[in-house]
C-alpha cells in the first residue's frame, strides 16, 4: 500500500467520524426540538466525535474495512453509540418519532447535495477543477494532476469522497434491520405479535446486515450516484 493510499484511507476514515457525529446529532437535536431533552442533556447535540463513538462501529470496524480484508475502502460503512431517545417526551409519539428517526439519514444525504453544489461551483470557476471533477465522475482520477494543483486536487477528492460515503450512509441507516433507522420506521407498521419477533432479531439482524446490506445499499446507490456523475460531468 502506497504512502498516498494510506494517506487517503486516513481522509476517508475522518470524513467518516464527522459523517456519524452529525447523523448522530442531528437525531439529538431534533428530539431536542419535539420535546425530549434526553440526548441533549447528555450532550449528544454535537458535532464532537468522542460524543459519539462506539469502539467497534466507529473505530475498530471501520479501520479494517480501510486497511484490512478483500474491501480495499471500496465499501466503507460505520455506525456511532445510538441516540437516547425517551419517545414518552414526544406530544406526538408516532410521527415525532419519525421525524427523529429520519433526521439521521437526511442530514447525510444533506451533506451530499452540498458536496455536489460545491464540487459544480468549484467547477464553474476553475478549467483545473472542472478536469479534476469530470476525471472523478468519469470513475478515477489521475495522480499526476496533484502535482499540478496541490490546493485544489484535495478539496475535489475530499468533497467527492464525502458524497459518496454520505450516500452510502443514507440508505445504509434505512436498511429495515435493527439496530438501523429503518427499523425503527417499520416498527411503526406491525402488528405487536410480530413487532416482539422483529425486536429479537438481535444476531440474526447483524449477520443479515454484514451478508447482504452492501448489496442491497448499491441497489439504491448506484442509481444515485450515476445521476450525481452525469451531472457533475455535463458541468
Known amino acids: 500500500m502506497s504512502q498516498q493510499e494510506i494517506v487517503l484511507k486516513?481522509?476517508?476514515?475522518?470524513?467518516?467520524?464527522?459523517?456519524?457525529?452529525?447523523?448522530?446529532?442531528?437525531?439529538?437535536?431534533?428530539?431536542?426540538?419535539?420535546?425530549?431533552?434526553?440526548?441533549?442533556?447528555?450532550?449528544?447535540?454535537?458535532?464532537n466525535p468522542v460524543k459519539h463513538i462506539d469502539p467497534v462501529g466507529t473505530v475498530l470496524l471501520p479501520l479494517a474495512m480501510l486497511f484490512l480484508g478483500p474491501y480495499g475502502g471500496r465499501f466503507l460503512i460505520g455506525w456511532a453509540r445510538p441516540t437516547p431517545v425517551n419517545t414518552r417526551n414526544f406530544k406526538h409519539y408516532k410521527r415525532d418519532d419519525v421525524l427523529t428517526t429520519l433526521a439521521g439519514p437526511v442530514s447525510n444525504l444533506l451533506i451530499s447535495l452540498v458536496c455536489v453544489v460545491a464540487l459544480i461551483v468549484l467547477?464553474?470557476?476553475?478549467?483545473?477543477?472542472?478536469?479534476?471533477?469530470r476525471g472523478l465522475a468519469f470513475g478515477g482520477f489521475d495522480p499526476s494532476q496533484m502535482e499540478a494543483a496541490p490546493a485544489l486536487f484535495p478539496s475535489v477528492l475530499l468533497?467527492?469522497?464525502?458524497?459518496?460515503?454520505?450516500?452510502?450512509?443514507?440508505?445504509?441507516?434505512?436498511?429495515?434491520?435493527?439496530?438501523?433507522?429503518?427499523?425503527?420506521?417499520?416498527?411503526?407498521?406491525?402488528?405487536?405479535?410480530?413487532?416482539?419477533?422483529?425486536?429479537?432479531?438481535?444476531?440474526?439482524?447483524?449477520?443479515?446486515?454484514?451478508?447482504?446490506?452492501?448489496?442491497?445499499?448499491?441497489?439504491?446507490?448506484?442509481?444515485?450516484?450515476?445521476?450525481?456523475?452525469?451531472?457533475?460531468?455535463?458541468?
Open 10 to 47: 486516513i481522509f476517508e476514515f475522518v470524513l467518516l467520524l464527522f459523517s456519524l457525529s452529525l447523523h448522530e446529532a442531528a437525531h439529538a437535536w431534533t428530539a431536542s426540538r419535539l420535546g425530549d431533552q434526553t440526548a441533549r442533556m447528555l450532550g449528544r447535540v454535537t458535532l
Open 123 to 133: 467547477a464553474k470557476t476553475s478549467p483545473v477543477a472542472q478536469e479534476l471533477v
Open 159 to 235: 468533497l467527492y469522497m464525502a458524497l459518496t460515503l454520505n450516500l452510502f450512509l443514507a440508505f445504509f441507516n434505512l436498511l429495515p434491520l435493527p439496530p438501523l433507522d429503518g427499523s425503527h420506521l417499520i416498527r411503526h407498521l406491525l402488528p405487536t405479535n410480530l413487532l416482539q419477533i422483529y425486536d429479537r432479531l438481535g444476531i440474526i439482524s447483524l449477520l443479515l446486515m454484514f451478508v447482504f446490506g452492501g448489496r442491497l445499499v448499491n441497489l439504491f446507490v448506484g442509481p444515485a450516484l450515476a445521476l450525481v456523475n452525469r451531472i457533475l460531468v455535463s458541468v
